[in-house]
């Protein structure tokens, strides 16, 4: 079972008036505008450490944000109901051991048939590699999903997690920072 939310930082929640509805997510309102058809938008941002001995393995390493639901002590970081999960930037630092016998690292929402924000092949999770998307150019080994690079973000009510694919039998422990707003749908 996955651990939840390690020590995802302070999610900074806050709102703002200025996505149009029905508009793409990098549209902003004008000042003197006069259309009052804006939807709150939530932003979050956090920053978790994942252990080496988390790596381990195949399948969700760690939950960044849980499922749409009820808020608990167990589960304080949650999407909010009728919302989705939009990612702006992510950057990850690994430190230490490389990474061996696993496919590939994932940032994705929780759907069945998960949504990918990032995809950093195991080739390119080495020691002291500081990868920040989105970017320009190519970087090998490192995908961007076109949930990051069109802003269509995840499914609704979906959380977003760390995930592997392939079984890691070692690798190193890694930063993970993260922001992005939530979008009502």
Not at 136 to 154: M, P
């Amino acid at each position: 079972m996955a651990k939840s939310l390690l020590a995802f930082s302070d999610v900074m929640v806050g709102t703002h008036k200025s996505i149009p509805i029905g508009v793409g997510a990098q549209a902003s309102a004008q000042i003197g505008d006069t259309d009052n058809r804006y939807e709150d938008i939530l932003e979050f941002m956090g920053t978790v450490t994942v252990p080496a001995a988390t790596v381990l393995g195949t399948g969700t390493l760690l939950t960044l944000l849980a499922d749409a639901g009820p808020l608990s002590g167990a589960i304080p970081k949650r999407v909010p109901k009728g919302y989705k999960v939009c990612v702006e930037d992510i950057q990850v630092l690994f430190s230490g051991t490389a990474w061996t016998l696993g496919t590939d690292l994932r940032i994705s929402d929780t759907s069945a048939g998960p949504v990918d924000f990032l995809t950093i092949a195991a080739s390119a999770a080495t020691a002291g590699v500081f990868y920040r998307a989105p970017f320009n150019g190519a970087i090998a080994g490192v995908t961007l999903g076109g949930a990051l690079t069109s802003n269509s973000g995840g499914a609704v009510d979906k959380g977003l997690v760390i995930r592997a694919t392939g079984t890691f039998t070692a690798g190193s422990a890694f930063t993970v920072w993260i922001r992005g707003y939530f979008v009502k749908v």
